[in-house]
């Protein structure tokens, strides 16, 4: 028999919990907590909802993301005491804390800690049903994507970790909306629909705690789904790390920040303890022979005549490699049409790493909410792409919002000779409807982009925006010498067009931006064209 817990009992387990996926912590005292990058001391009484603190931060707060964060049981007492202090403190339907995003993580947390085999504190279950019940008739079936499948895994999680008639029913809900919703959320190529390695990485750890728990507790879940969720956590691990730096960080397109996911080193550790593997396989369809083994180190016995092309075609994205470096390209739809909440207008952007080293970045994610920040790092301006009369190639409002959007067409992949090219049309809106194309081709010592805008008379720019950590001096005419934090050196040349410097920020973390600057080069009769080069 399980402990009598208001209307359910605790089901005991029967199977062993894995250690799942660590975060940093962001427990710094008793009452002091760190979160996207604001330090801030909660009240002896009361705080969770001040008004003075963002929303977000607020959201952290309710999620209890500390309880499952590296090092986490030398902060047991802490964690005692505010789990005690969140019951006490918001009384249910109330605040911050009972809407349906963070009472879905914080059941999880609460969930994933028990199972770690601490014992439950007063009043704990009863909340925990009582937060259960109340999550499952309030589903963001309004918002769906990420927060709809939230809302289910923590249903899931109740369902497992309780028993009784209540619990079941949680259980059937959260495993309905999970068998139709992953296949929708996860395309095939196993990239997440939003087209943020961010929210990738926040998906993958979802499905990786569901299999977690159906080993913690299992026969409850039919075999058929946990083999599903299996097949999609191994492609979704494919897709990490083939969109996942030499420095092991992600890929910043769309919404996307280090810090907020767990690190792809964690996922990748966490996977392997589940006995989820990395299938290694990609679609590409102009090399039908293409199944590389997917890694940020290329064979050094490849003289990289040829360089390395995956090309995830169902999410958009190519991965461009030789020895030296390796190009993220986004060839990308912002998103699925009715969901564009987590879009930025990047359309064609890239980011490119030399020696291991981030050199060309996109600008980052450092907030959301509403105002003029938000919307400037959303904007095309902050990626490194073209420009079209100053406008974004996506119409990005509010803080979550995009009218018309731009689509990608003729994509051309050359693999043997190392070239990328594709269009889009979100300028067409403008007078003769302007067409941006751009071509990668990557070299053995160097990566040559060409832009061109065909129609209408319109100015237009094409910045590179480089890492902080890259030193540019100007050399003569228009190239410029770049020497990256490791000292090696590189060169930028500007073939056709006008190049010159400009400030630029680049925010790699919620709460962090960072100076830097960028290439800006004037398309010339349409026509930028820009030569990157490094020696061994």
């Not at 990058?37 to 009240?43: K, M, R, Y």
């Not at 006490?88 to 879905?104: D, F, K, L, V």
């Amino acid at each position: 028999m399980g402990v009598p817990t208001h209307n359910a009992q605790v089901r005991l387990p029967l199977g062993a919990w894995q250690t799942p996926a660590a975060r940093a912590p962001s427990m710094l005292g008793s009452t002091a907590f760190r979160f996207l990058n604001q330090t801030q001391v909660l009240p002896l009484q009361g705080g969770w909802n001040d008004a003075a603190l963002e929303k977000l931060w607020l959201y952290n707060l309710h999620y209890f993301d500390d309880l499952n964060a590296r090092d986490a049981s030398a902060r047991l007492d802490w964690h005692q005491s505010l789990i005690a202090r969140w019951i006490a403190e918001n009384s249910p339907a109330s605040g911050n804390g009972w809407e349906p995003y963070p009472t879905s993580l914080r059941l999880v947390n609460w969930v994933k800690w028990l199972a770690t085999g601490h014992v439950p504190l007063a009043g704990m279950g009863n909340s925990l049903v009582l937060q259960s019940g109340w999550l499952a008739g309030r589903l963001e079936r309004h918002l769906l994507g990420n927060h709809l499948f939230a809302n289910a895994k923590a249903l899931v999680f109740a369902g497992l970790y309780f028993e009784g008639p209540q619990a079941a029913a949680w259980l059937a809900k959260g495993l309905k909306i999970i068998e139709d919703q992953l296949p929708e959320q996860v395309l095939a190529d196993g990239g997440n629909f939003e087209r943020s390695p961010m929210y990738h990485a926040i998906f993958l750890e979802d499905v990786l705690d569901l299999i977690n728990a159906t080993q913690c507790w299992p026969g409850l879940v039919p075999d058929t789904q946990v083999a599903v969720w299996r097949e999609t956590a191994g492609r979704m691990l494919s897709w990490l790390a083939g969109m996942t730096h030499p420095d092991g960080g992600i890929a910043l397109f769309n919404d996307a920040a280090f810090g907020v996911a767990p690190g792809v080193d964690e996922l990748q550790a966490y996977a392997k303890r589940l006995g989820v593997t990395n299938p290694h396989q990609y679609r590409d369809p102009c090399r039908a022979d293409f199944n590389s083994p997917l890694s940020t180190e290329v064979d050094p016995t490849n003289s990289q005549k040829t360089p390395d092309l995956l090309h995830f075609a169902d999410s958009g994205y190519v991965r461009l490699q030789n020895r030296d470096a390796v190009a993220f390209l986004d060839v990308a739809p912002i998103g699925p049409d009715y969901l564009p909440g987590h879009a930025h207008a990047d359309t064609l952007s890239f980011e490119l790493s030399v020696f291991g080293q981030r050199m060309v970045v996109n600008g980052g994610t450092s907030r959301y909410g509403l105002g003029p920040e938000r919307l400037r790092e959303r904007g095309t301006a902050s990626h490194s792409t073209v420009q079209v009369a100053g406008a974004d190639s996506s119409e990005v409002w509010g803080g979550f919002r995009v009218a018309r959007r731009a689509y990608p067409f003729d994509l051309a992949l050359q693999p043997e000779i190392g070239r990328v090219a594709c269009s889009h049309d979100g300028y067409c809106r403008l007078p003769g409807a302007p067409v941006h194309r751009r071509a990668w081709q990557m070299q053995p010592h160097g990566l040559q982009v060409t832009d061109t805008v065909q129609g209408g008379m319109h100015t237009a720019v094409t910045r590179y925006i480089f890492h902080p950590a890259v030193q540019i001096t100007h050399a003569e005419g228009m190239t410029w010498n770049l020497t990256l934090a490791g000292g090696q050196p590189l060169q930028i040349t500007v073939l056709r067009g006008r190049g010159y410097l400009a400030p630029a920020s680049y925010a790699p973390e919620f709460g962090m931006q960072l100076p830097t600057q960028a290439l800006v080069v004037d398309l010339t009769a349409g026509v930028a064209e820009v030569a990157i080069s490094w020696v061994e």
